[in-house]
């Protein structure tokens, strides 16, 4: 089993940045790929960020260049740096580990951006 404790997530003005983290702990050896998903009121989930095991990294093109995705594998830990945050980045957001034969999603943390 596979457990994701998001953290990092707030309220911020435009502008602003966040780092929003999420500790992965269980069986996540087999892991090929995480990733960082979004979902903001009234809309479907959408994908922000992925990293696979071997560091390859894509983006949404509404967050390039303004969000970087990274990956500690000593201590477990994806990370999400936010930067030139708009209102409309505002959203709870979701950590996401992939087996190959399972995902697995976190609680997910607010991210508020006022304007």
């Known amino acids: 089993q596979v457990q994701l404790v998001e953290s990092g997530g707030g309220l911020v003005q435009a502008g602003g940045s966040l780092r929003l983290s999420c500790a992965a702990s269980?069986?996540?050896?087999?892991?090929?790929?995480m990733g960082w998903y979004r979902q903001a009121p009234g809309k479907q989930r959408e994908l922000v960020a992925t990293?696979?095991?071997?560091?390859?990294?894509s983006y949404a093109d509404s967050v390039k260049g303004r969000f970087t995705i990274s990956r500690d594998n000593a201590k477990n830990t994806l990370y999400l740096q936010m930067n030139s945050l708009k209102p409309e980045d505002t959203a709870v957001y979701y950590c996401?580990?992939?087996?190959?034969?399972?995902?697995?999603w976190g609680q997910g943390t607010q991210v508020t951006v006022s304007s």
């Open positions: 269980g069986s996540i050896s087999s892991n090929i790929a």
């Open positions: 996401l580990l992939a087996t190959h034969s399972s995902n697995y």
């Open positions: 990293i696979t095991s071997g560091g390859g990294t």
